[in-house]
């Protein structure tokens, strides 16, 4: 719809600055409602070089308390940044409760100029726009307000500042030969930009082209519909609440999960806790599977693969040891051991996707999650920390997640180390006898071991919805650790040699 | 995930007889609760042939109210359903309020059947997948509960199966030559239903897999997650009612389309209203176009190519005489003029777009409406006879039903005739004066004039939302109806001769 903006749309400079002191005062006044009700705001500005996103932005800064909104100025990526998904430096720096993120420049770098210049395949770029769109939605659907610009300006225009500018002794170095390069390539980022627009205008994150020509016009218009989307998400917050006051009290929750048993269990019904592996073969193996592993890690070092291992597991089941036996010959430069406890903090106040987004390896490194993002589909929602919309939606965003990693080239291994509610007892037993494993049992054990059965439902359906052929589950029989240990190191070592095997490249 | 099924999972008889009786008439319960709160409920059931698709549903319906259901029984397309996209014949069967749909096989038929058999080129069955994904995401969020069952056995099961159908006298019809060529292709098939299940196991419409080797367990499992599915909407509605009780009231929704004029209408803003085109000219041109037009048609008829003419406009606009001069030449077996009011019977009781999918022309003919789905981001918004939601969101999904129509290789062309106010003053005050024109004036026409200016607004964010590079609007200067009726004739001759002028052919 570009060819129809109407460029030649002006303000004159009296309007424009009566109007602009009261939207001024009108915006920190939202800002404060923004902040008090914990909305997370985010703008992105997006547009011509030299189309004035970063004038719209100083204007649209004016007034705000400094403390509440944080400005991201976009440009390549850094090598640091190469080496993580392209959607890493953008969900590490999305906005928590109640502050303002603007982006001058953004995510559709990636289907604008990584693709008209060719930086990425077309398979990267049109792989993008789905992953653009869960983004955005994943935010909304959080209760993130988003906001996204497009300022457009002709190419008559853009060559009429880019030489305004060249003339100018202090701004002649802001225009480049890749400026002018672009420049020429007017027609084929129109293309593009006209395709984005299209396909990532969404319900829950639409696009507002800004007529940009005339300055005053385009400041005005970029603060007016900012306020305005602003009032509209606090109005429609105050309609609907986030967390639904009517929500089922844990009564009923419990219902829901003990109804579900019946068939929801399958996946684990048949798992044979008799498996094991008699020691003087676990010794042998343990050392072998080290082995395999130390030299995958560095294949994976070399070939700059990440690797992902994410550990679940019933209380006790032995994720701590089993761990230890996996890093046991890896050298330390090369990984992370990365536990997860309940969220504090920005954890807290971000998507909860956001900490393991700022916790993923970069190409070449291995992270091992002992407990992760599966916490959402477990113990938040059998105790009720979530609400059931955000549980039932979060097996897709997980799915969403992982297949980003993926398409990264992220190596993948999902292990559910599994042992019977007897085998527990004994364990936690033992924990009480012996002085120096006391410290591992605590009263949540015991807590949520009453309620082993409605886990086991959460257990299974999480297995069921989010072992996907790129991100397969292994459930690990676990009564006997030996046993157990060496299942996981095969399966980890599998995950990475099947990767390593495959013939495309990952996507940097 | 489907190497993960435990295909031994069964259940006694004893047991499943108990259950099944009390569940049925919990079912029944529901169905009269599901009825009573206007949930239209659309089951789905998928899985390998010989899987007990039928038998899973004749237990499913067992005490249902026969009026209350339909069972869509899907095969390979009619010749007549093979003229239209392929979501078409699944849209015209959603169902309506309180109605549950029960199809035995679906629009998965294209990314299974199709795919492995090759009757879908690669890119039309990925494009599948967002349709399809569109397709279930607009009605869940119209409120209808979707519940999709894959129903899994292993290829040695459904082997077993079809020799014993083909060792009994009277179903040994039922196992074709089809059938045991498809299970040869066991492997591709499970690849397949692999991915669909992947790629579209949705927050709004998860799959269920359904272990299906063991009668009893299949048909009761099928059973109580369509109750759970069911119980689970119906307490979802009771906290978030589909119409927030506090919607804003007309005023609170005047006042909104007031404060977007100033940066709403830019796109209207300029439109030259003293286009004209003097009376021999246009009778001249008329004469062209109209011929130019009845040769388009029969191209379109020969190459069966859909065209889907959409008029908008003010009251008064000319629309119906401009309608009138389009189809003066056309042979009248070709098109069909489509005039739409507001919705009533079947057209209210389903989603908006439903009644739209009814109406769709065939391939190789011409559907003109007067007046269209636009009214959804026009008179009912401006009305407030749909919730902001659902407007806002309508732009997204407007755009995505005519990708789908697109994609079939159907032209659109969207037309929105725009006069002035003084222009529509004049007209209305000249059909009050004469007698056989009078008819066309209504009190409600008096009433919009008086909104003009909120329509303004409405109108500009419909065509800045909506004009899409395979559905552009065309802004169609109407002050002088000479002008209007030829510029009209040629948008849409040319976007037939563009579109004929395409290598890529559609999609059947």
Redesign the interface.
């Known amino acids: 719809?570009l060819e129809?903006?109407?460029l030649?749309?002006s303000l004159d400079k009296a309007d424009y600055e009566k109007s602009y002191r009261a939207a001024r005062d009108r915006l920190a006044r939202l800002q404060r409602r923004i902040y008090e009700e914990h909305v997370p705001v985010l703008v992105v500005l997006e547009g011509w070089d030299a189309a004035g996103k970063g004038d719209a932005i100083e204007k649209l800064v004016g007034r705000l308390d400094p403390r509440g909104y944080r400005v991201h100025a976009i440009h390549a990526p850094t090598p640091e940044e190469a080496l993580r998904p392209f959607l890493w430096r953008f969900w590490i720096r999305t906005p928590g409760h109640g502050e303002i993120a603007i982006f001058d420049r953004s995510w559709y770098h990636r289907v604008l100029v990584d693709r008209v210049e060719g930086d990425a395949p077309r398979r990267v770029w049109q792989q993008a726009y789905a992953e653009i769109n869960a983004f955005e939605r994943m935010l909304a659907d959080d209760g993130t307000l988003l906001v996204k610009f497009w300022l457009h300006i002709s190419a008559e225009e853009q060559k009429r500042r880019f030489k305004k500018l060249e003339r100018s002794k202090f701004d002649r170095w802001r225009v480049t030969k890749e400026d002018w390069r672009a420049h020429r390539r007017y027609p084929a980022y129109l293309d593009a930009a006209?395709?984005m627009l299209?396909r990532t205008?969404?319900?829950v994150a639409?696009w507002v082209?800004v007529?940009a020509t005339d300055k005053y016009y385009r400041r005005?218009?970029v603060f007016?519909?900012t306020a305005?989307a602003m009032e509209?998400a606090l109005?429609?917050r105050?309609?609907?609440p986030l967390a639904?006051a009517?929500?089922?009290g844990p009564e009923a929750r419990k219902a829901?999960l003990r109804?579900?048993q019946?068939?929801h269990t399958?996946?684990l019904?048949?798992v044979d806790l008799g498996r094991r592996m008699p020691v003087r073969r676990y010794h042998d193996e343990l050392k072998k599977e080290q082995a395999r592993l130390r030299k995958l890690e560095f294949a994976c070092y070399e070939r700059r693969r990440a690797v992902v291992v994410v550990y679940e597991g019933w209380d006790a089941a032995g994720k701590g040891g089993n761990i230890k036996r996996v890093i046991g010959a890896l050298d330390p430069r090369g990984y992370a051991v990365l536990p997860i406890g309940a969220p504090h903090g920005d954890d807290a106040t971000h998507h909860y996707l956001w900490r393991f987004w700022n916790r993923i390896p970069k190409a070449g490194h291995l992270a091992i999650f002992d407990r992760s993002w599966y916490g959402r589909v477990l113990v938040e929602r059998v105790e009720g920390f979530c609400t059931?919309?955000e549980w039932?939606?979060a097996?897709?965003?997980i799915?969403e997640f992982e297949l980003s990693l993926t398409h990264f080239g992220t190596v993948l291994a999902k292990l559910w180390l599994h042992i019977s509610k007897e085998e527990q007892l004994r364990r936690f037993r033992e924990r009480q006898r012996l002085a120096f494993k006391r410290y591992k049992l605590t009263d949540e054990d015991w807590r949520n071991r009453k309620e082993w059965d409605l886990y086991r439902v959460a257990v299974a359906d999480m297995?069921?919805?989010t072992?996907?052929?790129y991100a397969?589950?292994t459930?690990v029989e676990a009564n006997d650790k030996g046993f157990a240990r060496v299942k996981a190191m095969r399966t980890i070592a599998e995950a990475i040699e099947r990767s390593l095997g495959e013939k495309r490249p990952p996507e940097r």
Chains 1, 2 share one sequence.
């Open positions: 719809m129809m903006v109407d030649g749309k006209e395709e299209e205008s969404t319900a639409p082209v007529e005005l218009k007016e519909e305005r509209a109005a429609a105050k309609r609907a639904p009517h929500a089922p829901e109804a579900a019946r068939f399958a996946l019904d048949d059931e919309a039932r939606r097996f897709h965003e799915n297995i069921g919805n072992s996907t052929s397969p589950w459930i």
